[in-house]
Structures are given as C-alpha cells and as structure tokens.
C-alpha cells in the first residue's frame, strides 16, 4: 500500500517549480491530486504531466474568492481533502531604500494573506486525520540583503503555523512547515551565474536543492508518518541554517 493511497490532496501552486514536484510526489503515493495556477493552459498541462487522474483548476492562490471555488470543485468530486498544500509564493529582491508599497503588498498579498484565505476556504473540508504543509523558506529565519519583504512573508508563514497548530491540533488536522533553502526551480533561473555561486558557496552539502527533495520532505509531513507532529519547520537546506 502506498503512503498516501486514499487520500485527497490539493496543491495550492501546483502547476511549476516545487509545488509541481509535490503533486508528483503526492500522485506517485497513490493521492487523487488537484493543482491551481493563475494560468489554465500551464495548470491543464501539468495535470496531463502528473497523470493518474490529476485534476487542474484555474485559479490565483492570492484570490479568497478563487480559493473558495477551487476547493468547492475538490468536495464535488470528493467530499473532503486529506492534504492541503500551500505553497504559492513570490520572491522580488529590493532593498528598504527602494521597496514600494506594490512591491510589500505584492509579496504580503500571495504568500502571506494567500495562506490565510486558502487555508481558510479548506477548513470545512478538511477532517480529523488531515493535514496542512505551509511552504516556507529558511529566508524567514535569516537577513539576507534584499529579501526583508520575502524574509518577512515568510516568517509570518512560521508565526502563523504555530498559532494554527496551536487551533487546529485539538480537531486532529496538522499545521507543519516545509522551509526549502535555495532551490531549483524558475525562481532562481534569472538569478545570474555569479550570484548562484555565492548563494551556494556557503552550503555545506555544495548544491541547491531539486524540487523533489522539497517534495519527499512534504510529502513526510501530510502522510500518517509524521502523525505526531505538528507545528514543526522542517528545513530542506543542505545544511546552510544548520552548521
Ligand atoms: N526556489 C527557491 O529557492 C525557494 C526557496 C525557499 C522557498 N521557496 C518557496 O517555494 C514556493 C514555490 O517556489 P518555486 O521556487 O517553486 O517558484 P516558482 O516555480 O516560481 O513557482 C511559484 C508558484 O507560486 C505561484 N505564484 C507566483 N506568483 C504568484 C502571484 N502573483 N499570484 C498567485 N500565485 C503566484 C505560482 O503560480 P502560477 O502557476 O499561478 O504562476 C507558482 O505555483 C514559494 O512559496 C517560494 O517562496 C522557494
């Protein structure tokens, strides 16, 4: 039997980069997966990609509204969702002289207010015995010139894991957070050759992480392996927060 086998699982984000790699991951484990994205055609596509009956619903994860919707299209065709994953997110370098309002409220708008909403929309779905992997990032955990709007996101991600935890482990449904160190994906293809040497060069394990070692971590954490814990952020960061 596989780990995930009987269970319905919505990846918030889950049409690229690391939210793809855990819908993957999560249809490999016998889940009925569904992915948003803002984009049908891309979100269409990579359900085809994942296969196994994997489900696409257009949607933006900064939009309650749409939120409300995508989850309502999970209950139709299943009645509940055992694992919820939300890992939408931005990252836009700018330093406090140059930070403008569009760039705050841009960056709080999907990655913070985007988690409290789509959680949120799932809540009446969701039962006893489910589960909740918020994506994270180590940026929250540390100053990196640049990344204070991101880092600030990111660490109300973690404030608000605990205070969930704190909610919603009486009612049997866990809150945990995955935080990816630096990470393959296409939110660091623009960043040039020179900047991803030194964004690596301090990582003792040498090398950004893949998409899928972000999802084997997710995946620990929605299935029943993980049944005692809650609240947690679990670092995928070759070692880079850890020495
Ligand atoms: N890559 C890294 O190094 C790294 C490190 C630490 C944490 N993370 C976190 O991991 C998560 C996934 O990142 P990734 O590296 O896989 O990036 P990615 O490939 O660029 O994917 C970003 C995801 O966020 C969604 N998104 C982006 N901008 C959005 C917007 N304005 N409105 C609504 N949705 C939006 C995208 O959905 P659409 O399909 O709708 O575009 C997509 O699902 C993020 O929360 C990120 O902060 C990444």
Same mark, same amino acid.
């Not at 994506?135 to 608000?160: C, E, L, M, Q």
């Not at 990816?180 to 040039?192: Q, R």
């Given at each position: 039997?596989?780990?995930? +086998?009987?269970? &319905?699982?919505?990846? /918030?984000? %889950? ?5 793809? @790699?855990? !819908? =993957?991951?999560? *249809? ?80 709080? +708008?999907?990655? &913070?207010?985007?988690? /409290?909403? %789509? ?5 009446? @779905?969701? !039962? =006893?015995?489910? *589960? ?112």
């Amino acid at each position: 039997m596989a780990r995930m +086998d009987n269970k &319905v699982a919505l990846v /918030v984000g %889950g049409a690229k980069g690391i939210g793809l @790699a855990i !819908a =993957e991951r999560l *249809s490999a484990e016998g889940s009925k997966v569904f992915i948003t994205s803002r984009r049908s055609e891309d979100v269409e596509k990579a359900a085809e990609g994942i296969g196994n009956g994997a489900t696409g619903i257009t949607a933006d994860a900064s939009s309650p509204q749409d939120m409300v919707v995508a989850v309502e299209k999970v209950r139709e065709a299943h009645g509940r969702i055992d694992a919820l994953v939300l890992n939408a997110g931005l990252s836009e370098p700018s330093q406090i002289a140059e930070i403008t309002p569009e760039h705050f409220d841009r960056h709080f +708008d999907v990655n &913070v207010r985007g988690m /409290v909403f %789509g959680l949120q929309a799932a809540l009446p @779905a969701m !039962a =006893e015995g489910s *589960s909740v992997v918020l994506v994270g990032s180590i940026a929250g955990n540390a100053g990196y010139p640049g990344y204070g709007t991101y880092g600030a996101t990111k660490a109300a991600v973690r404030a608000y894991a605990r205070a969930w935890t704190a909610e919603l482990a009486p009612k049997g449904i866990r809150v945990n957070v995955v935080a990816p160190g630096p990470t393959d994906t296409e939110m660091m293809a623009s960043v040039a050759e020179d900047t991803r040497a030194a964004i690596v060069a301090p990582i003792p394990m040498g090398r950004m992480a893949r998409p899928s070692e972000v999802a084997a971590a997710a995946l620990f954490l929605l299935s029943d392996d993980a049944s005692y814990i809650a609240g947690a952020e679990l670092c995928v960061d070759g070692g880079l927060q850890q020495v």
